[in-house]
């Protein structure tokens, strides 16, 4: 049972490069989540999709797109990375499902940006 | 706007000592309440959740959480603290369509032998 499963698991990307964070689930779940982590600051959501086809922008979706590709995998781009984007970014599903709801989170991408 | 507040950056604490870390949260309706643990590298794993009932749920590694809906708070506690719960604690709190959840700062506790 994999669960929720991101890839790279590191990344170091040079100011101005582009590059895709993947991520795949296979829960079955309708609602998918891409946070990052910073000291200090906790999860601060980036952007979500509610369900298969929809995505709606988190606090901090500047510099962020997302594409929910199919039920199993929502992914995160970064067009032109800027060193303000180095951080562990965290893939989360969930069933959306009311009071059976709750989040499983994948390992983490740690990105750098130099 | 929902939002969840943990006063606590750090603690330390004593192993075999009883731990409580405190979450406040402001959400319109009766919140969906979480606390998570992160393991240093690691994902964050769910301990606990409440929805609705018993105001005091118990979770995994014996944790356990009290909802007071006048204090607005789900502050967790462990009666005795092991070294391997040194952790970073996040209290979360989901809509009631359970499709977004917000969490605190989190909380990083140490153990000390």
Redesign the interface.
């Known amino acids: 049972n994999a669960g929720?499963t991101q890839t790279p698991k590191f990344q170091v990307l040079k100011t101005g490069q582009s590059m895709t964070l993947q991520c795949a689930q296979d829960m079955n779940h309708n609602?998918m989540?891409w946070?990052r982590q910073d000291p200090?600051?906790?999860?601060?959501?980036i952007y979500?999709s509610?369900s298969e086809g929809t995505t709606d922008k988190g606090e901090v979706p500047n510099g962020y797109n997302v594409s929910r590709l199919n039920k199993r995998e929502f992914s995160l781009r970064l067009e032109s990375a800027a060193p303000s984007q180095t951080s562990v970014y965290?893939c989360?599903s969930?069933?959306?499902?009311?009071?059976?709801?709750?989040?499983?989170?994948?390992?983490?991408t740690r990105l750098t940006v130099v | 706007a929902q939002s969840v507040t943990?006063p606590d950056?750090h603690i330390t604490v004593s192993e075999g000592a009883s731990l409580e870390l405190r979450c406040n949260y402001s959400y319109g309706a009766t919140p969906?309440l979480?606390w998570?643990v992160q393991s240093p590298?690691?994902?964050?794993?769910?301990l606990l959740?409440y929805?609705?009932g018993d105001t005091l749920v118990q979770g995994i590694k014996g944790f356990e959480a009290e909802f007071k809906r006048s204090q607005s708070s789900f502050n967790l506690r462990k009666p005795s603290v092991h070294w391997s719960d040194a952790a970073e604690y996040?209290c979360?709190v989901?809509s009631?369509?359970?499709?977004?959840?917000?969490?605190?700062?989190?909380t990083s506790l140490t153990v000390i032998p």
């Open positions: 929720v609602s989540y946070y200090g600051m906790g999860l601060r959501l979500y509610a965290f989360a969930a069933s959306g499902q009311g009071a059976d709801t709750e989040a499983f989170f994948g390992q983490g | 943990q950056i969906y979480f998570y590298g690691q994902g964050l794993q769910l959740k929805f609705s996040f979360a989901a009631n369509t359970g499709n977004q959840f917000y969490f605190g700062t989190g």
